[in-house]
């Protein structure tokens, strides 16, 4: 939110739109496995009993225990679950584009930018670019490319 001000103040009249940078294909495939993963640990917990008796198989050790403390278990699956899908969808992208040009990019520079650079680099992309009209915002967009189209069948 500091750079959208900085922006602003810099550069009046300047449009500042966020977005999220979206995942690799890949990640996103694991986040869903790891919440599949989740949900199957919260079920044996709370069911697990049940399953290795309709199964005819005996209950492994590890299944009695989660049993013996089905809150803790359920609150642990949940909260590892939602750790890994988090940690798996959080590329730490921070990318500049003005006009569809890029400014900066932490994913190039494994750094985030001082704020001179940024207001150099900007105020560089902005002289060098054509000017909209005086009635149309210009726009410093920090965004990130379309996501890629991930169908539901490609994973289960």
């Given amino acids: 939110m500091q750079v959208n001000q900085l922006i602003r103040q810099h550069f009046p009249g300047t449009e500042v739109v966020g977005s999220n940078y979206p995942p690799t294909a890949m990640n996103v ?31 492994p050790e590890f299944v009695t225990s989660m049993q013996a403390n089905k809150m803790g278990s359920c609150m642990g699956a949940w909260f590892l679950g939602n750790m890994v ?17 890029v400014i900066f ?5 494994k ?4 704020i001179p650079e940024l207001l150099a680099s900007l105020e560089q992309a ?10 149309q915002p210009r726009r410093a967009i920090p965004t990130a490319p379309e996501p890629e189209v991930i169908e539901q069948t ?3």
């Fill in 29 to 59: 495939a694991l986040s869903k496995v790891a919440s599949f993963g989740s949900m199957a640990a919260i079920a044996v917990s709370i069911f697990g009993d049940k399953i290795f008796e309709v199964l005819g198989t005996p209950m």
């Fill in 85 to 101: 899908q988090t940690n798996l969808l959080n590329t730490g992208a921070f990318e500049i584009y003005y006009e569809g040009k």
């Fill in 105 to 109: 990019s932490k994913m190039q520079e």
């Fill in 111 to 114: 750094r985030l930018p001082n």
């Fill in 126 to 135: 902005m002289k060098s670019s054509v000017h909209p009209p005086e009635d």
């Fill in 154 to 156: 490609d994973f289960f």
